[in-house]
């Protein structure tokens, strides 16, 4: 089973500038997160999607920050403009969990490592 | 507000000595528990999760985590400890029901010594 794919790796901006992360997740996955990573801690969720829905994007910095699902399947995260404190590496999660499959763990991907100087 | 908390930044022990890892959580209702472990270099991976049932439950590479209701802890432990181990350990939890987020603790860093 193919695992959940992120593209790019690394990303190496300059302040102000726009950035998208793409996400395919594993096949028949429900649900969908990204989550941030700033180094030294634990991820933070930045929005949860159930098929193409957003479940939960309260901690997504709207101003800027912007997410997509298209069809259920893949899903876009962009920042527009970027700025020194999103350096970070940018997980996208993906899980069967949703509708009466309900225990069930996240899968991650590699993550993208993004860099704002 | 739900909370996932990590006591401990790092820990450090003996290769073959018992590890331990520390969680507690601070959610409404009856929560599903999960440890993530992140190898350097390498993504999340899933260790083990509590759901319902045994409060000791078993997951990969030997590890395991007792669910205690009453202390609201859930502590990842591991009879004997490898080098192989090293790496950083994440506590996660949704509550009940369904359709909530998936929170993480701050993580901590185990470190085995030979």
């Known amino acids: 089973e193919a695992g959940v794919a992120q593209s790019p790796r690394y990303k190496i901006i300059e302040k102000r500038q726009s950035v998208a992360f793409w996400c395919n997740p594993i096949s028949g996955h429900a649900t969908l997160y990204w989550y941030q990573q700033i180094l030294g801690q634990g991820p933070k969720l930045l929005i949860q999607f159930q098929n193409n829905g957003v479940v939960d994007d309260s901690q997504l910095p709207k101003d800027r920050f912007s997410a997509e699902r298209l069809k259920g399947v893949d899903s876009t995260l962009k920042i527009q403009p970027a700025k020194l404190e999103d350096s970070a590496v940018y997980l996208c999660?993906?899980?069967?969990?949703?509708?009466?499959?309900?225990?069930?763990?996240?899968?991650f991907g590699q993550g993208t490592r993004l860099t704002v100087v | 507000a739900q909370s996932v908390a990590q006591p401990e930044d790092q820990v450090n022990v003996a290769e073959g000595n018992p590890l331990t890892v520390k969680c507690t959580y601070s959610?409404?209702?009856?929560?599903?528990l999960f440890w993530y472990v992140q190898y350097p270099n390498r993504g999340l991976q899933f260790l083990l999760k509590y759901i319902t049932g045994d409060n000791l439950v078993k997951g990969s590479y030997g590890f395991e985590a007792e669910f205690n209701k009453s202390q609201t802890s859930f502590h990842l432990k591991k009879p004997s400890a490898l080098v192989s181990d090293t790496a950083l350990y994440y506590c996660?939890?949704?509550?009940?029901?369904?359709?909530?987020?998936?929170?993480f603790g701050g993580g901590t860093r185990v470190l085995v010594k030979p």
């Open positions: 959610v409404s209702g009856n929560p599903y």
């Open positions: 996660a939890v949704i509550p009940r029901p369904a359709g909530n987020k998936l929170t």
């Open positions: 999660a993906s899980s069967p969990r949703g509708g009466r499959v309900l225990n069930t763990e996240a899968f």
